[in-house]
């Protein structure tokens, strides 16, 4: 029993882990373009829905799309309706993922391995480098279900097994919770979803039981966005509990149908697993559907619930410990807290401010003066901290260390006097004089905050880590960057040729704000510099070629 469960655990670790490796390849190659397209989309509820349906295949994951629109919705960028449609969308998307991953494609899984192994490892392109990432995890999904079925197959003889799974059949509630709660703790739907049915292909679960547990694991996988955003702008909470009414709730409702027709799952498939595996795709399609014309009336009776927060400003508690400057390692450590809160705050300073060139809103506007006050607060802090830091005796390395985060923290408050000093008052002036922005004006700029704002997430994301393969992505995002700066000046440019009213009359207000984003983006990025550095991918200020090989 020992060994079967640890041949179990480490076969579902290894599925957890793959769907991660798809989830991670998708994100570093793809991640901008899918931002602007899932925004782009978002136009017509059929577009939104079919925007939310893609990602979800492509990241493995409808968690990945929610967090994704809840940062649109928090921005700003994106209505809660249309955000509300695209993780319905994403929902279906990842029902779809099951049934493309429970193919019989055992013989594709050595080709996918090589492929994926050899492209990342010879790769000198980062989106090559990704896509054999993603075929690597590709392989290693279809692995671990092979894994599964080796681990259960003992188990299809055992007296004790069968009486379990007999009294799951006979009480889906039951069943129903542990699907849940399942998917909660793997974290994952689509690793439920993909164990469940192997088991059910093994004869170890009966089709009623294997139903009420992917009804479960659709509840969990709805409830795991609402626990990620909570601490996220009230906006952005909706949709993940909207989210969670609909899914969730349409899981209660399938359940009851299902305990009135047990046989029910019969009619939609010849083999027991395809029964259950269309079971989870009829449901995800119907919720979809029915959900469409609900979205409205969902949103307003969440938002009864989760009104919009006042512009109440929490007091800041600072990282910065005094008793630790006796002891270097922990002092920096403090620093390094310190410097990620700040760039936190002005993270969070970013993600609202372009909406307001378009609707202008007092509580927005004076959380982020409140935000930039702080900002200013702890770069001083932060400052003097380091400076009697520097009175004690440092290693060569320390030093280096405590120099590099003061000058991150310069970075980080100068990225927060943009916002607060340039896009704010270019916001007030759009408001006063009663401007706007073109259509294609105003949806490069937020393609193009957009952008920016996921490099923030990077830049943070390396500051905390150290990754130096992801500095060396932040590094050719900045790079990107410029490059798209240039095309949106040209852009620009060719609707003032054009005579594009709205252009003519904004054409100082956008060029500023593309300039602010720019060297918003700029200061994130240098946060890359001394790990690129260290680790020897730059030369004079530039990466230098991708090694050819990775440890």
Known sequence: MILFALNLAGAVALLLWAVRLIRTGAERAFLNRLRAGLRRASGRPATALLAGTAAAMLLQSSTAVAMLTASFVAAGSLSAAAALVMLLGADLGSALVTQILLLPLGAAIPVLLLAGVTLFLRA???VLRQVGRILTGLGLVLLSLDMIRAATAPLRDSQIVALVMDYLATDPLSAFAIGAVLALALHSSVA???????????????????AALVLGANLGGA??????TLSAPAPARRVAVGNLMLRGGGAMLALGALAIWPDAAAALGASAARQVLNLHLAFNLAVALAGLPLVGPVLRAVGAVLPDAGAAHRPRISALDDRALTAPERALACTAREVLRMGEAVQQMLAPALGLLRTWDDATAERIAATERDVDSMHFEIKLYVARLQEGRLTPEQSRRAVDLATIANNLEDAGDQVAGNLLVMARRMRAEGLSFSETGWRDLSDFHDRVLSNSQLALNVLMTGDSESARQLVEEKDRTRQTEQQLQVR???RLRKGTPESIETTNIHQETVRALKQINTAFSLVAYPIAKEAGA???SRLVAAPTRHS
């Open 192 to 210: 439920a979803v993909l164990a469940f049915v192997t088991f059910v292909a093994e004869g170890l679960l009966p089709v009623p039981a294997a």
């Open 223 to 228: 409830a795991i966005p609402v626990l990620l």
């Open 492 to 494: 620009h440019l060719e």
């Open 124 to 126: 000198r392109r980062r």
């Open 538 to 540: 730059l030369l004079s």
